[in-house]
């Protein structure tokens, strides 16, 4: 039975990995659409605008973040495995999902408010300090998911 | 820490002066006009919208020219001409462009037509073109190609559709204009749709013969040319080589004009300045020969301006204080460091009338938390190499620009602390090349702690620096009623909440719920316990009493009060956002190591070590691009949401000033402030 204990560890540093890429490659994407339509119409605006795409981006890193230490934890990245139990396992499995369920969704809410400010940047652009700010704010919560997961999984004894 | 104080100017003076004293005024630049002075009978407004017009007409005119010749001969531009700024002339230089400016003006209507015709000679080459290719299906023709006559025969050319051959025409003729016999057909090309062809026949049967072959499609050629298709093909040939000579000799006449440009953008902006200098004549209240000029002015200036316009001409200036109720416009001034935040502050609202300007004790909390997320040494060098290069590099770059330059140099300079602090260098980098290449790790120290290893820790200190910074907007609020005498409210909303916030933390520190979050026991005598709870009490009643103290219904008091108290969960969230200052420097240790461990991974040879740099080269320029973005938007945040939350609103009018607003170059002039 201890052989799945390993294989629960793995599934939780590939949920939060999974989860959050996927959220932060749709919220980049529709941000990323929002922006070509603006660089159509006024090509000197692109570097804001790149920007703002770029903010719903992050979640994908905070992915990467626990999949890392969660990998370097259970010994896969230096070769030797640990012997993990299957209540271990279950346990980094749980403590990886905070930031792949609210990276996935936080990342989707935050590029749709990215679009919308990339539209305050198109008629605004002197605006562009207020217009960072909107999607900043739908962070603040995978900020959160990232801190508790980074906790636990920093926690759990192997 | 301050705003500018301003103060209202008038300037009264004689008519004959008005065009040096609005001249004066513009080069100083630190005026806002802002008329008090209505029209009455004895002064009147000016109608100068026709000049106005004029000369925007003519800016506008030099700066179609400028754009055509960027077209001709694009300007040669570094990748950093952004940041050169606006080239610096000097007077004489000004004034000589001055006195050519109808040449100069001249020039540009030159340039402007040239291209017009630049444009025609080539719309004329493209229809040659054109002609030359329906004509090339003629070419085997030996005669000309159009309908002539003889005194007894008729010929004429034309299309048939594809597939149609001499013996077919002939057979078609036959049947359908049976009378007819004299028609000679001669095919003269093929295409895969159209058969190009001509026919000789009498003239009586000419009629009869077009008709039967138009039932078959035929068409006559639908243009038609004097000479033979050979010879008219070489004739329109040399037409062509001539329109290109001259399409060639018009552009090398605008190149010869490049050398014009630097003289015409100063142009444009001589006439810019005085489109705006007549749009600010029009406003000005004149009588017969007399004018006022009136507005916002620094205080520190005011006086030194005042005493040259007197000195200098017969004129009346009066400095006065605003009124009560009067919104004047608004700049910042702070000591050279926090001064690179203005920006920050600017972006979110200048100070309204009443409020201090928040940019000085902004800006050291600013760089601290900025430092705290890169909290990498080498990307604070990095970072502030670069900025400091490019600000010594470019010192004509506009002032905003530089001023964010300046504010990224001062934030890298708190990495570097930040990372030494914590020991990140390009994340474990050290660790994982003295482990690959000289067989020992060498970790290099932290001087504090590292947050991987304590990341508990260093949440708590998070929170700390969050609570002291959120504690000195609270301060600052009390300091704004206090100055303002409302003592009332510096005692209900900020020394209750003080008295209840500190209560809260003190009755936290030596509870079990803290020593197991910081893995170490707090006690304090029973004294301060005691004080702890008593402080949370009062402040906790005191709030639920006073927070409604405007209403009189007692009822609806207390509810606003406990409505008040429920606002403690918007600090535990505030206190609660400092968390991101731990997750954000995790991300950029982390993922550096991320990056450093995958170049690890490859054989130790050369090829390995050339990917291992790529890899590392790539890697943190993402790293260090990502999270300087995130570092700056999550500064901004808890400075925007968390610290202006608790006492600043902004709203202000930045100031404006009649100046002379140039978009190439500016001329180096004697200015007051």
């Not at chain 2, 049976?178 to 093929?190: G, L, N, R, W």
Request: aromatic letters at 8%; glycine letters at 8%; a negative charge.
């Amino acid at each position: 039975m201890s052989e799945l204990g390993i294989v629960y560890a793995l599934l939780g540093a590939a949920v939060a990995v999974l989860l959050s890429g996927t959220g932060s490659a749709i919220g980049v994407g529709i941000a990323g659409q929002a922006a070509s339509g603006v660089v159509t119409e006024d090509p000197s605006k692109f570097a804001k605008v790149l920007i703002i795409q770029l903010l719903p981006g992050t979640q994908g890193l905070y992915g990467l973040l626990i999949g890392f230490i969660t990998l370097s934890k259970i010994g896969v990245l230096g070769g030797g495995l640990a012997d993990i139990s299957v209540q271990t396992g279950l346990l980094i499995l749980a403590a990886c999902l905070p930031i792949g369920v609210v990276g996935l969704l936080s990342a989707i809410a935050q590029g749709k408010t990215a679009a919308a400010a990339i539209g305050i940047v198109a008629k605004k652009p002197d605006q562009f300090g207020k217009a960072m700010l909107f999607p900043a704010m739908v962070e603040t919560y995978a900020i959160l998911a990232l801190l508790i997961s980074f906790l636990s999984v920093n926690g759990i004894q192997v | 820490m301050a705003v500018l104080k301003m103060q209202r100017i008038s300037i009264c003076a004689l008519k004959k002066d008005r065009k040096a004293i609005l001249e004066k005024l513009q080069s100083l630049g630190t005026l806002e006009v802002d008329h008090i002075l209505d029209e009455d009978e004895d002064f009147h407004r000016m109608d100068t919208v026709g000049q106005k017009q004029g000369f925007e007409k003519a800016a506008a005119s030099v700066d179609q020219a400028l754009d055509i010749l960027e077209r001709y001969v694009p300007e040669e531009k570094s990748v950093f001409s952004a940041l050169e700024g606006k080239k610096l002339i000097s007077v004489e230089e000004g004034m000589k462009v001055q006195e050519e400016r109808r040449d100069l003006l001249r020039t540009a209507k030159q340039i402007y037509d040239l291209d017009r015709e630049h444009a025609e000679q080539l719309a004329s080459v493209t229809k040659l073109t054109n002609s030359i290719e329906s004509l090339t299906p003629w070419l085997a023709l030996d005669v000309p190609l159009k309908a002539m006559k003889t005194d007894r025969t008729v010929f004429f050319p034309g299309t048939m559709p594809g597939g149609t051959t001499a013996a077919k025409v002939y057979e078609v003729l036959a049947e359908k204009a049976p009378d007819t016999e004299s028609a000679d057909v001669h095919i003269i090309s093929q295409e895969q749709s159209t058969v190009y062809l001509a026919v000789i026949c009498l003239k009586e049967e000419a009629g009869a013969i077009e008709d039967a072959l138009r039932s078959e499609g035929f068409a006559r050629a639908s243009q038609t040319w004097e000479e033979v298709p050979a010879r008219q093909k070489e004739q329109l040939e040399q037409q062509i080589s001539e329109y290109r000579e001259k399409v060639s000799g018009i552009e090398e006449k605008i190149t010869a004009l490049a050398s014009e440009r630097e003289r015409l953008k100063i142009v444009a902006d001589y006439y810019r300045v005085r489109a705006d200098k007549y749009e600010v004549l029009g406003t000005l209240p004149q009588s017969e020969r007399t004018f006022v000029i009136s507005g916002y002015i620094p205080e520190a200036v005011a006086g030194s301006v005042a005493d040259g316009l007197m000195k200098k001409y017969d004129c009346m200036v009066d400095v006065e204080e605003l009124k009560e109720d009067e919104e004047p416009p608004v700049i910042l001034k702070n000591n050279p460091f926090s001064a690179n935040m203005e920006g920050v502050v600017e972006s979110y609202g200048l100070p309204v009338k009443g409020e201090i300007d928040p940019t000085t004790i902004m800006s050291f909390f600013y760089v601290f938390f900025f430092g705290m997320m890169l909290s990498d040494a080498a990307y604070g060098v990095i970072v502030s190499i670069v900025c400091g290069i490019l600000v010594l590099k470019f010192p004509r770059m506009s002032p905003g620009m530089k001023k964010s330059l300046k504010l990224f140099f001062y934030c890298g300079l708190s990495t570097i602390v930040w990372g030494v602090l914590f020991g990140g260098y390009f994340g474990n980098i050290v660790d994982i090349v003295s482990a690959k290449f000289l067989g020992t790790t060498i970790t290099p120290p932290a001087l504090w702690f590292v947050p991987l290893n304590e990341p508990m820790k260093l949440l708590l200190y998070s929170l700390l620096f969050g609570v002291i910074h959120l504690f000195t907007g609270l301060a600052i609020k009390g300091y704004l009623c206090i100055r303002d005498g409302k003592i009332m409210d510096f005692f209900c909303d900020v020394v209750l909440w003080f008295m209840l916030l500190i209560g809260l933390i003190l009755m936290l520190l030596p509870s079990d719920l803290f020593a197991s979050i910081a893995q170490m026991e707090i006690v304090f005598p029973g004294w301060l316990n005691t004080t702890a709870k008593a402080l949370a009490i009062i402040g906790a009643v005191g709030i639920v009493l006073m927070s409604g103290r405007s209403n009189k219904n007692p009822a609806l008091r207390i509810a606003l009060g406990a409505y008040d108290l429920y606002n403690i969960t918007g600090w535990l969230s505030d206190v609660l956002s400092y968390s991101r200052l731990l997750a954000l420097g995790l991300a950029t240790g982390v993922i550096a190591s991320v990056i450093n461990q995958m170049g690890s991974m490859l054989p130790n040879n050369v090829i390995g070590i050339i990917f291992f740099i790529l890899i590392f080269i790539v890697g943190h320029a993402m790293n260090l691009a990502i999270n300087l973005l995130g570092a700056y938007v999550h500064t901004n945040r808890l400075q925007f949401v968390e610290f202006f939350g608790k006492f600043y609103e902004g709203g202000g009018r930045p100031f404006n000033p009649f100046r002379e607003n140039t978009k190439y170059a500016e001329i180096k002039e004697e200015t007051l402030s």
